[in-house]
């Protein structure tokens, strides 16, 4: 039973540690040109100004690409796996991997858009909650990125961990990450268009 339930346990922090990396990437780094992602980027950096619009999408319509994404490692898993607590934490990782999009989704939303029972997970830090995730779309921008439970947030942002990635990103490449060069902000550049919110941002 302790295996069964570690394997779940870290299968859901990998997500989320995951999510918070892919975030980053997609957030910091490219645009819509940029080979394979560029259209994962745009999304990306496009929600930065309008936070509000992931609210009005479907749910195959907010998740398919990133099955799409895991799929590959979905099938190696299933071919190359034989131990089922590897099997399980896969199967966990993947599963969350793919509903880290809904879950951010449902942290852009008012309680009374949601249901009970989402309200409730968030108010109790199970999935990543409205309050965890705004301090993301404030000003600097480089920060709390996970968005499955949030639970890394802390640990990354504290530790250094993302600047000391963009550290090597600089030093290879000479491209500075995106929440550095912004020479003005988001939000500003949103109230200046008058656009206003539906629901919580």
Not at 23 to 31: I, K, L, P, V
Not at 57 to 69: D, E, G, L, S, T
Request: aromatic share 12%.
């Amino acid at each position: 039973m302790i295996a069964t339930l570690s394997a779940v346990a870290l299968g859901y922090e990998f997500a989320d540690f995951g999510s918070g990396v892919y975030h980053w990437a997609m957030d910091n780094y490219g645009t819509k040109n940029t080979p394979v992602f560029g259209t994962q980027i745009e999304a990306f950096q496009g929600h930065h100004e309008l936070p509000w619009t992931i609210t009005y999408r479907q749910v195959c319509n907010n998740i398919y690409k990133i099955c799409q994404a895991t799929s590959p490692f979905c099938l190696a898993g299933i071919l190359l796996l034989d131990n089922p607590y590897l099997i399980l934490w896969m199967t966990t990782a993947i599963c969350f991997i793919n509903l880290s999009q809904e879950l951010h989704k449902w942290s852009h939303m008012s309680p009374s858009q949601v249901s009970a029972w989402i309200n409730f997970l968030q108010d109790w830090n199970v999935i990543v909650s409205r309050k965890s995730h705004l301090a993301h779309h404030r000003p600097p921008f480089d920060g709390n990125y996970c968005i499955v439970s949030g639970h890394c947030n802390s640990l990354l942002d504290n530790s250094g961990f993302f600047r000391g990635l963009e550290s090597i990103v600089f030093s290879i490449t000479g491209n500075k990450p995106r929440c550095e060069t912004n020479e003005r902000l988001l939000q500003d550049r949103v109230e200046s268009l008058g656009i206003k919110s539906k629901g919580a941002r």
